[in-house]
């Protein structure tokens, strides 16, 4: 679905490359999270992807089409893209207007546009401001007007950037929520995202970037425990694989592996206490990491549903 061969990308002919040599692809139906430190270089890859911005040099194809050679307007057909900030992506007058563009712009009938729109909006809570001026709400909830015109479409590739910036965590699952409904279908989603929780419950995939490179590419739970990787692009782990990793004593490297490290989870180590008392089983094995992260995850749920946290 994207394919990115030996991407290079500098903004002007006197300037140094942003991109350098940036490869991979990501196939129908993966959620792919990319993160890095501030100015990475993620929003100027994924600009590369709708056609608004060309390679340097290298090639990138999404759904079949080199970006080089293909209309802007012909790649909307197959790509939904969300930009970092919601102002450059809105102009209509109206809510409504605004949500049902994009679907207009690619040539969908008015019944399926007032269908889909209402659909979307109300799924993102924004059924009582159809009427009103995007300009005149939050930057949250422009943000979410943003996605919705970018949802309703529901196209074979979503490339969101930081689609959960200014939302609070149950808009944030919500919105998750529905581009995971989306990728489940088939679509295959590509997404910078910061927050690392969102990037473990949600995506398959992580791309590491560091100064315009990928400098790790695996399934996220993996890229996420690679605790001194992460923290040379001043990125930390998420506080589950953190916890996971304190108690088994450090950086496992991020194999599938069972525990090897220093002790603190294994055996009478002293984080298998802490362990038990957290997600109140019998430990009395060594697990690795993946699997403390799951106790530690379905502990949390359960102890949510009670209403009472962890
Ligand atoms: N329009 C532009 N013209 C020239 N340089 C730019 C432009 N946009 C970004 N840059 C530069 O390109 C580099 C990468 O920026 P980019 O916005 O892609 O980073 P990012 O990883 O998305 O950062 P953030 O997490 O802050 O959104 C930075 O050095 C930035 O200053
Ligand atoms: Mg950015």
Not at 70 to 89: E, R, W
Not at 101 to 130: C, H, P, V, W, Y
Request: contains cysteine.
């Amino acid at each position: 679905m994207i394919e990115v061969e030996n991407l290079e990308f500098a903004y002007s002919p006197k300037e140094a490359m942003v991109l350098n040599g940036i490869s991979f692809h990501v196939d129908k139906g993966e959620m792919v999270a990319v993160i890095g430190q501030n100015g990475a270089g993620k929003s100027t890859l994924l600009r590369q992807l709708n056609g608004l911005s060309k390679p340097t040099k290298g090639r990138v194809t999404v759904a079949g089409l080199d970006t080089r050679d293909t209309l802007v307007s012909a790649m909307a057909k197959h790509i939904g893209y969300l930009f970092q900030n919601p102002d450059h992506q809105i102009f209509c007058r109206t809510v409504e207007d605004e949500i049902g563009f994009g679907m207009k712009n690619i040539g969908m009938d008015a019944d399926t546009i007032k269908e889909r729109t209402e659909q979307t909006a109300s799924l993102l809570g924004l059924m009582g401001k159809m009427d009103a001026h995007p300009f005149n709400l939050s930057r949250g909830e422009r943000q979410r007007v943003a996605l919705a015109g970018v949802l309703a479409i529901e196209p074979d590739v979503l490339v969101l950037d930081e689609p959960t910036t200014g939302q609070d965590y149950k808009e944030c699952i919500e919105i998750m929520e529905i581009v995971k409904d989306i990728n489940r279908k088939g679509a295959a989603v590509l997404m910078v995202s910061h927050d690392m929780e969102v990037v473990l419950d949600y995506a398959q995939r992580v791309l590491l970037m560091l100064d315009g490179r990928i400098i790790d590419d695996g399934r996220a739970r993996d890229v996420l425990r690679r605790r001194d990787a992460l923290e040379s692009t001043g990125l930390r782990p998420p506080q589950i694989i953190d916890v996971a990793l304190n108690l088994r004593g450090g950086d496992d490297g991020g194999d599938d592996g069972c525990v090897g490290g220093s002790g603190g989870f294994n055996g009478a180590g002293p984080g298998q206490g802490v362990f038990s008392k957290a997600c109140g089983g019998d430990f009395s094995e060594a697990y690795d990491v993946d699997t403390m992260v799951e106790a530690i995850k379905w502990k949390k749920t359960s102890l949510n549903e009670d209403g009472r946290g962890l």
